[in-house]
């Protein structure tokens, strides 16, 4: 090998090495936040790179967990729109512009437990069965919950009939409470909100818990909602799903 070869080499591995592992989708992370002193408020934030335009992006969710629903001014979201943007600034926006919400309800005092996680980085687990210990304890001591999803198909509507056959929903069943075989339904699609973004699949990706002074129990089920993404890959985005299995 003469010597312009030789440096040629070089510089090819130098550069594979250095060039950043190739981001197929985005997955956006989730970091629970915290509940209100009650459980009746429940925020977290979900945040990533955005695939295609590599903006990042930050959205902090605050919602009410008896009704289901978002508080007033929430979600709060913020992208920093530039070439090489930081993400850490994306997630500094969300937080200083959600903090009147978290302050409010003093969120951050009371952080609850990520019981179970369930990752997409996992590939042998399951994706619609979950089980987990509410609680940290010894074994006599512990209350056993599981849970099971189950995909529902529906007809693409608005700019998703252009791109997919189907998109699907979900029906979300506690099947085991405190050790005892249950079938509570938490949550079952009769349609597909727009602001899911043409989904073609679910995860069950955690859950959040918390007990208040009387003993009673919340938990917040953390789905995955799979979509099309940029150039037909997946984008991964998150959603709440309150339920209160009692004490």
């Known amino acids: 090998m003469n010597a312009w070869a030789a440096i040629a080499t070089a510089v090819l591995i130098a550069t594979a090495i250095a060039a950043p592992p190739a981001i197929a989708g985005d997955y956006a992370s989730f970091q629970p936040i915290g509940f209100s002193s009650d459980g009746k408020v429940f925020a977290f934030e979900e945040y990533g790179i955005q695939d295609g335009s590599g903006f990042p992006y930050s959205t902090i969710y605050v ?13 709060v979201r913020a992208r920093v729109e530039e070439d090489g943007g930081a993400l850490a ?6 937080r ?11 969120l951050l005092d009371t952080p609850g437990l990520l019981a179970a996680y369930n990752p997409v980085t996992e590939p042998d687990a399951a994706d ?37 056959k189907e998109v699907k929903g979900f029906r979300l069943v506690m099947t085991e409470k405190a050790g005892q075989p249950v079938s509570d339904v938490l949550q079952d699609d009769d349609r597909i909100p727009e602001s899911r973004h043409c989904p073609t699949g679910y995860r069950i990706g955690g859950v959040v818990t918390h007990v208040n002074d009387d003993g ?9 909602v799979k979509s099309l993404g940029f150039e037909c890959t997946t984008d991964g985005r998150w959603i709440a799903v309150p339920t209160w299995p009692g004490r």
Do not use: N, W
């Not at 600034?89 to 969300?94: G, M």
């Not at 609680?135 to 198909?153: G, I, N, Q, V, W």
């Open 89 to 94: 600034k994306a997630r500094h926006d969300a």
């Open 63 to 75: 919602l009410d967990t008896q009704a289901d629903t978002f508080l007033p001014g929430a979600p």
């Open 128 to 164: 619609h069965r979950l089980k987990y210990d509410a609680f940290p304890a010894d074994a006599a001591f512990r209350k056993t919950y599981e849970l099971e999803l189950e995909e529902k198909s529906f007809e693409p509507e608005g700019i998703c009939k252009d791109l997919l």
């Open 96 to 106: 200083r512009r959600a903090a009147p919400l978290i302050d409010a309800y003093r």
């Open 216 to 224: 009673s129990q919340v938990h917040v089920v953390m789905v995955l």
